[in-house]
């Protein structure tokens, strides 16, 4: 599986998924079984209001995303999902790739008074239940030329066995192939003073990316109480960026992925109007922003309180408020080292699904300050917009964030749904 495409490659895989995906579908009717097309298109526009740090960076990028999902279903109730991904920016070519977000089989039956489920192939798994970040989501690889907030992933290769019951859920994952990040190429903006090379990928195990991962997690439900408690051995999914060259001799930054364990444990408890949240780790075998090998805990953890009803409207508005704090301090490599995060939404509960969430995130060491806003409606039963605010009023200069300090944009969305 290719980690990034050129334009042209990307549409040739695109129009390649396409006529399989048209075979499928006649030879899918012709022998009786169910599916189901859908999916959106996005036309995004993205503004920077400051010019860029570095040369070739443009203030302004246009681009369009396809995400369609085909369903297929036997008479034994066995399915089949595919959902590729496409982009194309004007900007950055980098951003201009293809993805198998999804192409799994789904097979399922019962034991005792419980069920199993199979999954094999492709697929995207979330853990996690904070707002500002999901410390525990380790199974997918972050498509992070996506949108800096790390929600995106790109799909992973996994056999995924569920076994459900009253007594809760157990989740076992055996993953055989690691995808490198995608990250901004030299046009890029949202990156750090030397340009990735993402042609030459570096691992501390001699299997390389294909070291054979494993990952579980229970998770179960005690009254007014959610919680998972998951594990993962393997390769790790953030790299550690070496300065180097490039195969053209330029300097370059290089992504080493080392072989890691971690512990998570995620939480939330629902008290009426109150949601308590939590996210933590232990991780061993990473190394810290100096290089050195740390063992080192994580976690996030905060509140959400909802006025329902405002004003005795149909409008709800929620507060938020978290922590981050990462063991390694100032040699974090993250930007959540010792963060704190407040926000509020607001969603009238209308028929377009109304939804304004405005938050920042400050620094409690340093004078850094990260600011959002994001509002989202549907206009129609077919069309929906997105508007999308990121702020960088004040980066400090020790702070990993300062390369990014003059990256501030504007986005405007407009999706499509079928």
């Known amino acids: 599986m290719p980690r990034r495409a050129g334009l042209g490659g990307a549409a040739l895989a695109l129009a390649w998924t396409a006529a399989v995906l048209t075979a499928a579908v006649q030879d899918a009717a012709a022998q009786g079984i169910d599916y189901d097309f859908s999916g959106r298109v996005r036309l995004e526009t993205r503004w920077y209001p400051q010019a860029g740090t570095f040369p070739g960076q443009r203030r302004q990028a246009s681009g369009v995303a396809a995400e369609p999902e085909f369903y297929f279903e036997n008479a034994r109730g066995s399915s089949f999902t595919l959902t590729p991904f496409f982009r194309y920016d004007s900007a950055d070519t980098s951003r201009t790739h293809f993805d198998l977000r999804e192409a799994y089989l789904l097979m399922f039956g019962q034991i005792g008074d419980g069920e199993w489920e199979l999954r094999l192939g492709i697929d995207r798994v979330f853990w996690g239940t904070a707002e500002s970040r999901h410390l525990v989501d380790i199974v997918?690889?972050?498509?992070?030329?996506?949108?800096?907030?790390?929600?995106?992933?790109?799909?992973?290769?996994?056999?995924?066995?569920?076994?459900?019951?009253?007594?809760?859920?157990?989740?076992?994952?055996?993953?055989?192939?690691?995808?490198?990040?995608?990250?901004?190429?030299?046009?890029?903006?949202?990156?750090?003073?030397?340009?990735?090379?993402?042609?030459?990928?570096?691992?501390?195990?001699?299997?390389?990316?294909?070291?054979?991962?494993?990952?579980?997690?229970?998770?179960?439900?005690?009254?007014?109480l959610d919680f998972g408690v998951s594990v993962f051995n393997g390769t790790s999914r953030e790299p550690f960026l070496l300065p180097g060259a490039d195969s053209t001799g330029d300097p370059a930054l290089l992504s080493y992925y080392e072989q890691i364990h971690q512990w998570g444990v995620d939480a939330q408890v629902t008290l009426d109007a109150w949601a308590l949240k939590l996210e933590a780790i232990h991780r061993s075998g990473a190394r810290n922003l100096r290089g050195v090998d740390q063992d080192y805990a994580a976690l996030v953890g905060g509140f959400e309180y909802t006025f329902f009803s405002v004003w005795g409207t149909a409008a709800d508005v929620s507060l938020l408020g978290e922590w981050n704090y990462d063991g390694r301090g100032r040699d974090a490599t993250t930007a959540f080292d010792n963060d704190v995060f407040v926000a509020t939404r607001w969603a009238p509960n209308d028929i377009q699904g109304t939804e304004l969430l405005a938050g920042i995130m400050f620094d409690a060491r340093r004078a850094s300050r990260v600011m959002t806003l994001e509002f989202n409606r549907r206009i129609t039963d077919r069309w929906s917009m997105s508007v999308e605010s990121v702020a960088l009023p004040g980066v400090d200069a020790s702070d990993i964030l300062y390369p990014t300090r003059r990256d501030s944009f504007f986005e405007f969305s407009l999706f499509y749904n079928f």
């Open 140 to 224: 997918n690889q972050t498509d992070l030329i996506e949108h800096p907030d790390e929600e995106d992933k790109l799909g992973q290769p996994m056999a995924h066995l569920t076994w459900s019951g009253d007594w809760g859920v157990a989740e076992v994952f055996g993953l055989p192939y690691h995808r490198a990040r995608s990250l901004p190429g030299p046009r890029g903006r949202l990156r750090y003073p030397l340009a990735y090379d993402t042609e030459d990928v570096l691992y501390e195990s001699p299997a390389k990316q294909w070291h054979f991962d494993v990952a579980g997690r229970y998770s179960h439900s005690l009254g007014p």
